[in-house]
């Protein structure tokens, strides 16, 4: 049990966190600039227009909808998603939703997650021993989910409706996740196994992940936490095992026949997690549970491996398929970020995120407006001020011109009018996790700006050495075990 003062102060920063509701507009006099007026409000500048920062620059020529599909989905699995959404937001509404079960992937939204979540939710709902009311929840906002190339044209090829409108995400909730505890039965983890601090008190009635064990909710039930290279494998596994009437020549379940859209779903989010199942991406239940989905599915005359391949590279197409994104697309598309109980008593918690791209900083750079560095921190800082992050830790991930695989780490920490931590505590704080990042046993190599000026305070930038393989699982535990002791 936390500390009353702990706990109220966890559940103010949550409320700075995106939930259902609207997101905060950002004031022009909380925005602040990158030169030596950094201390006073941009509005002050006549000759600085913060409007184009708020949005990250002009608006992103990036469809909404990035592939072609029918209004509304035509499947039997759209189908199901759909009815089953508005059922689930009318009894929401209605105050009778206690025996809901809300299934949800992990805030960055990625193809294993949502997945995921809509497999396991097909599967509870139609377990033939013990069907209950089950539906998959996005983390994301509605108007974020075209950030995912490859989350589009999946749910293209599974025959889902445009504008993703059979999936509920965390925008239309009529009730904000803090305040949804008491309301349903409780919520299943999938792809990750510690909920968001926003969830409060919610019950966790089951976790199926792939990632390190945190040792939460240990009762319950099923508590499947094993290494794989997608969690969907484990997710298939535990669908064939429950839905114990399904056939081979039929597939035949409590309800109907198991959709081909979602056994080639479940196919496709294997594929590119597992780079095709190659044998050094896999586990031996990425190859078993393929194996099962693929003789049930519309493939099954092919050969396995060549048709995983085949779907891989043209997922990862998509994926890579990411010119049209600006800076702020960029640091939304996969963030993931918490509330952190730290040691200080004037800031028991700080809100802390990770954003991950596979685009260097000096291409973003030149993807805001004016093509300068004081312009990606100035989006940056609007973005955060936005979702009330109080640090941020953005990650890149790409090769460089010759073919290098390469690394970036950039830390920023908020300070400053407008924001929760002053300019002491936040000078603090960026040290102690400077310390953290430079004494990690990870080669690094201070990054420069393109136009050689130094960076202002409390803003770190390294480029990781040749064939770095720390990539956010590696920094995100370090970096919130130096805030979590942070005193202050």
């Not at 905060?24 to 030169?35: A, I, K, M, W, Y």
């Not at 139609?126 to 108007?143: C, R």
């Not at 702020?328 to 109980?341: P, T, Y």
């Not at 991950?356 to 300068?372: A, D």
Request: aromatic share 6%; hydrophobic share 40%.
């Amino acid at each position: 049990m936390l500390p009353l003062q702990l706990s109220s102060a966890l559940v103010a920063l949550c409320a700075l966190l995106p939930t259902s509701a609207a997101l905060p507009s950002l004031p022009q006099q909380q925005t602040f600039g990158e030169d030596a007026r950094a201390f006073a409000p941009l509005s002050a500048d006549p000759a600085f227009d913060v409007t184009k920062y708020k949005d990250g620059g002009p608006p992103s020529p990036f469809p909404p909808s990035p592939t072609p599909g029918n209004e509304t989905g035509h499947g039997h699995f759209s189908i199901w998603s759909r009815e089953t959404k508005e059922e689930f937001l009318r009894d929401v509404s209605s105050n009778s939703a206690q025996d809901w079960t809300l299934v949800m992937g992990n805030e960055a939204g990625d193809l294993d997650s949502m997945v995921s979540a809509l497999a396991l939710a097909y599967t509870l709902s139609h377990d033939s021993k013990n069907p209950q009311k089950a539906v998959a929840l996005l983390q994301t906002e509605q108007d974020a989910l075209y950030l995912r190339p490859e989350n589009a044209l999946a749910l293209h090829y599974a025959r889902m409706a445009t504008h993703h409108r059979d999936l509920l995400t965390i925008d239309e909730l009529p009730v904000k996740p803090s305040e949804m505890w008491h309301r349903i039965k409780g919520i299943a983890l999938v792809d990750h196994n510690v909920p968001l601090s926003r969830w409060g008190n919610a019950t966790v009635l089951a976790i199926l992940d792939h990632h390190e064990d945190r040792g939460h909710a240990p009762k319950a039930h099923p508590r499947v936490i094993e290494p794989s290279g997608s969690c969907s494998s484990l997710i298939a596994r535990y669908m064939f095992e429950r839905l114990d009437t399904i056939k081979k020549n039929g597939a035949e379940v409590l309800h109907g026949k198991l959709p081909t859209e979602l056994l080639e779903l479940l196919l496709r989010t294997i594929a590119i997690d597992t780079s095709g199942l190659k044998k050094e991406q896999r586990q031996p239940v990425d190859k078993e549970s393929a194996e099962t989905l693929f003789e049930l599915s519309s493939w099954k005359k092919g050969k396995l491996k060549k048709k995983m391949g085949e779907i891989d590279d043209e997922l990862s197409k998509a994926k890579k398929n990411l010119a049209d994104l600006d800076v702020r697309a960029l640091l939304r598309r996969d963030w993931k970020g918490d509330a952190v109980e730290t040691a200080s008593t004037k800031y028991p918690a700080l809100a802390l995120g990770f954003a991950s791209s596979p685009v260097s900083l000096e291409e973003q750079i030149l993807r805001t407006p004016e093509g300068t560095s004081p312009e990606w921190f100035a989006i940056e800082r609007a973005w955060t001020s936005e979702i009330g992050a109080d640090v941020s830790v953005c990650l890149t991930n790409f090769r460089d011109d010759d073919g290098t695989k390469t690394r970036e780490i950039a830390l920023v920490v908020a300070h400053g009018f407008g924001k929760r931590l002053s300019t002491r505590a936040a000078t603090s704080l960026f040290d102690a996790l400077k310390h953290a990042i430079e004494n990690a046993g990870v080669e690094l190599s201070p990054w420069s700006r393109p136009d050689g000026k130094p960076l202002l305070p409390r803003r770190g930038v390294w480029q990781l050495g040749e064939g770095s393989e720390a990539s956010r699982k590696f920094w995100r535990p370090i970096i919130e075990k130096a805030a979590r002791e942070w005193s202050g």
